[in-house]
């Protein structure tokens, strides 16, 4: 398929280019000059190429039977810019259980009537833990603060916050999900820095 594609877009190309004008039912292409050639020498300071693009039959029928349907206006999007450990400032991910964390970013303002809004943490093992409401201590559209349950274990968590907020006067229809690990601790039983040594 991508050869037939690349074939014959260079077929279209090599075409007009020889100054043909091409019809594929979809569009219509047709070379055209600018500038005036002068005593019959091109002069590629004043002279150039173009080419102009007209649909054609098979798409104007094709939009022609095309509906349209509002489902909404699109939402600005939402997104994660960083993230901080209020207990030890780290910025790197880490985070500390029973702590605040800072989110940071755009339109992640916790807000909405749909029963998935909210901020869930997910461990290894696929267990969500969804934090109440009354443990975001902060919330604006660039900045939330939680406090993270303080019996969360070490591991890896993956911090999903969704949200129907939007930065018009109504809400989302369907809510979104914006999505930043975390590690708590020391993940999988790791030891941080210590190497053993194979010879002791």
């Excluded at 050869?3 to 280019?17: G, I, K, M, N």
């Excluded at 047709?30 to 004043?46: A, K, L, S, Y």
């Excluded at 975001?136 to 303080?150: G, K, R, T, Y």
Aim: proline letters at 4%.
């Amino acid at each position: 398929l991508k050869h037939a594609v690349d074939l014959f877009q260079r077929t279209v190309s090599e075409l007009v280019l020889n100054g043909y004008s091409v019809n594929t039912g979809l569009f219509r292409a047709v070379p055209q000059f600018r500038g005036v050639i002068d005593g019959g020498v091109w002069n590629p300071e004043r002279n150039s190429i173009y080419v102009s693009f007209n649909q054609d039959k098979d798409l104007r029928e094709t939009i022609a039977r095309t509906g349209v349907k509002i489902l909404g206006a699109k939402g600005d999007p939402a997104y994660f810019i960083g993230g901080e450990d209020a207990a030890t400032r780290a910025t790197d991910g880490s985070a500390t259980a029973g702590r605040n964390y800072r989110l940071q970013g755009k339109n992640i303002k916790v807000t909405g009537t749909d029963a998935a809004v909210g901020i869930v943490l997910i461990d290894e093992k696929g267990t969500e833990t969804k934090l109440p409401m009354d443990m975001i201590a902060v919330n604006n559209p660039s900045e939330v603060l939680v406090l993270l349950p303080a019996d969360l274990k070490d591991g890896v968590y993956e911090l999903r916050l969704t949200t129907q907020f939007s930065t018009g006067n109504k809400l989302l229809k369907v809510p979104r999900t914006v999505i930043r690990s975390l590690v708590i601790g020391l993940p999988s039983g790791g030891d941080g820095d210590i190497v053993d040594d194979p010879t002791a």
